[in-house]
Nanobody
Framework: QVQLVESGGGLVQAGGSLRLSCAAS????????MGWFRQAPGKEREFVAA????????VYADSVKGRFTISRDNAENTVHLQMNTLKPEDTAVYYC????????????WGQGTQVTVSS
């Protein structure tokens, strides 16, 4: 079992940056791939980014590629999402996820943190 707590959301102007953080409980953090999903109002939840257990491999949605960077610190049980050049369409609740079996399949979810990008 993994518990995930996100932080770092907020209101930012278009073109600005935010850094989301996710703190994970449990001793198995280093064995899980980790990821971020988001859900905008009236839309389905969508994949944003993921990172393998060691951090050697990352994958991104096309919509954020080149603007967002996922990273992790296994010593601190944290995963981060650096978001640059934010756009109003990035406005959503962002969820941290843990993937024990596959980088593509989340099994645990945080409560989410709101990111609002004003135009």
């Amino acid at each position: 079992q993994v518990q995930l707590v996100e932080s770092g959301g907020g209101l930012v102007q278009a073109g600005g940056s935010l850094r989301l953080s996710c703190a994970a409980s449990g001793r198995t953090f280093g064995f899980y791939a980790m990821g971020w999903f988001r859900q905008a109002p009236g839309k389905e939840r969508e994949f944003v980014a993921a990172i393998t257990e060691s951090g050697a491999f990352t994958v991104y949605a096309d919509s954020v590629k080149g603007r967002f960077t996922i990273s992790r610190d296994n010593a601190e049980n944290t995963v981060h999402l650096q978001m640059n050049t934010l756009k109003p369409e990035d406005t959503a609740v962002y969820y941290c996820t843990a993937h024990p079996h596959s980088i593509h399949t989340p099994a645990y979810w945080g409560q989410g943190t709101q990111v609002t990008v004003s135009s």
